[in-house]
């Protein structure tokens, strides 16, 4: 499935209905109990969105997306209609049509549902898979909590309960409530992002998606910004490059200042510029109720110290206070969450512990690695240490009969061997070493990283030379006089209390964030 196919699953606007053209109307689809569920999701270092369930009897990958209209299966698992399709009207205008089918059967934990109606796709992988839209999903409330990797429903709630929540956070915690909009048509959620880089700012809205690993922004409406994407003068030519900003906002004062951004050259929209992926909201506990029009984000609270130590309850300040561990299983499933920013990327080693508490594989180290993060990533190693260690003759067998991991040290700096956010392997001795890292990598090298750098300090070094002498210029200015106008807006999204919000698709400058 192409990425264009993808985000028109997506984000397909419903304003002129989801049509079903054939001799019979589309049936209702059966209404599917899932409040007060919880479900593990899926295995996977970065965060991803889908938990395991059934689906015609196949064991399948389901994915929960508010921001799709209507229910989508492979069509490995799903047999397809002869003679209906489903009509959808794009985010782009252009509708698309695709073979009706039924989920005869849906088992989901511990529940089940017979005679959901679905869209057919094709994937590539041929994989049996399953997105429940909004037409499951409505009335939900969705919890996504990233440090124990599980999903929760429960029943959508006023928007004063939230608030009420959201002002009283648990010691040692906090959140922050971000207002949703709904599209008058297809209800996809939609809220204003900032993305600063250098002088330059852009403003825009973007689609709330579960689904989506990463955050992924118009290369148009970056262009019209005037933002570099990483890198244009390095050797480095890859067809794709990534959008490095100083800092993603998601309300005023709340930033992301190592966020990578997935520049989409086939995406153009009046509606919004693009889609804030897990990569983002995923920083912290995320509750999202669309009927409430609410994001409640919250995290631990960053933990005062000193460089290199944050403190911990009842003790002096200590390198293990600037990150938390989980561990689940026999044998252990590891993950880690970072308490703090870590502007240089780091390291964690783990010691591999036996039965009797001592420490087995001599020379043998596991760990987590990142680039630089801010506060609330969250990493987590899909398999055993043993099977990742299986390639490495040295430390397999002890990796094998480890009961626990315990922490060893943490580094600066991410691992030299492994590019991304990975866990990892290694043995001292002979320099062997194995990383399984998230797909696809959008981070960059050091060296990237350092010429962006300069080319970022020299911008603002020559905006600063053009004020000595002469009045200070407004951020506008400094922008850029030949910054072309913002385009029209999109059709205005109905407000929590039936107004229109004034939000428009993208605008430069510095406006207040709505």
């Known amino acids: 499935m192409t990425r264009r196919t993808l985000w028109a699953l997506l984000a397909a606007s419903a304003v002129s209905g989801c049509a079903v053209l054939g001799r019979a109307p589309l049936a209702q689809p059966a209404r599917l109990s899932l409040e007060g569920l919880t479900l593990p999701l899926v295995p996977s270092v970065a965060l991803r969105i ?17 921001a ?6 492979g069509a490995a698992c799903a047999p397809e209609s002869s003679w209906r399709t489903v009509s959808v009207p794009s985010v782009t205008g252009k509708p698309l049509r695709f073979p009706l089918g039924e989920v005869a059967r849906l088992e989901l934990g511990d529940r089940m549902a017979t005679g959901l109606g679905a869209g057919i796709v094709t994937v590539e992988t041929g994989a049996c898979f399953l997105r429940l839209g909004n037409d499951v999903l409505a009335g939900l409330a969705i919890t996504v909590d990233p440090v124990r990797r599980e999903l929760s429903l429960s029943a959508t709630q006023p928007l004063s309960a939230w608030e009420a929540l959201a002002s009283t956070p648990p010691p040692g915690r906090e959140r922050h409530l971000v207002r949703i909009e709904r599209h008058p048509g297809g209800d996809w959620p939609l809220l204003p992002v900032r993305l600063r880089q250098g002088l330059r700012s852009l403003d825009g809205v973007f689609v709330l998606a579960l689904s989506q690993a990463t ?6 409406a970056s262009d019209r910004a005037g933002f570099t994407p990483a890198l244009p003068n390095t050797a480095d030519v890859r067809a794709e490059r990534p959008l490095l900003p100083d800092a993603l906002a998601l ?30 909201w995923g920083r912290f506990t995320a ?3 669309v009927q409430a029009g609410v994001l409640l984000l919250e995290r631990a609270a960053a933990p005062e110290g000193t460089p290199g130590r944050c403190a911990v309850p009842g003790a002096e300040p200590a390198e293990q206070g600037c ?20 502007p240089a990327g780091a390291r964690v080693y783990l010691q591999a512990v036996g039965a009797g508490g001592q420490p087995v594989g001599e020379g043998c180290r596991a760990g987590f690695t990142f680039p630089p993060a801010d506060r609330g990533t969250s990493l987590r190693f899909p398999g055993t240490w043993a099977d ?6 040295d430390c397999a067998p002890a990796f094998a009969a480890a009961q626990q991991f315990e922490y060893l040290r943490l580094l600066p700096g991410p691992a030299p061997a492994c590019a991304g956010t990975c866990a990892f392997v290694e043995h001292g001795p002979t320099g062997n070493d194995v990383c ?7 981070q960059l090298t050091a060296q990237e990283r350092a010429t962006l750098e300069q080319a970022r300090r020299k911008e603002v070094g020559g905006a600063q030379d053009e004020l000595v002498g002469g009045e200070p210029a407004d951020a506008d200015e400094l922008s850029g006089a030949d910054e072309p106008e913002p385009g029209p807006g999109p059709p205005p999204a109905a407000g929590a209390d039936g107004g229109t919000p004034t939000v428009p698709a993208a605008t430069t400058g510095r406006p207040a964030l709505p």
Request: charged share 20%; proline share 11%; aromatic share 4%.
């Open 388 to 393: 990742l260690a299986r390639s490495i003759p």
């Open 323 to 342: 990150f938390a561990l989980e561990a689940s299983g026999t044998p252990p499933h590891v993950g880690l969450t970072l308490l703090r920013d870590e």
């Open 68 to 73: 799709s209209p209507f229910t989508v299966v």
């Open 287 to 289: 509750t999202v109720d």
């Open 215 to 220: 955050t992924s922004l118009s290369r148009e």
């Open 436 to 442: 399984r890292c998230e797909a696809p990598p959008l």
């Open 251 to 280: 309300l005023p004062g709340l930033e992301l200042r190592h966020a990578l951004v997935r520049l989409d050259p086939a995406f153009r929209s009046s509606h919004a510029v693009g889609l804030l992926g897990a990569d983002a």
């Open 50 to 66: 889908a938990v395991q369930g059934t689906v015609n009897g196949r064991p399948a990958e389901v994915q929960l997306e508010p």
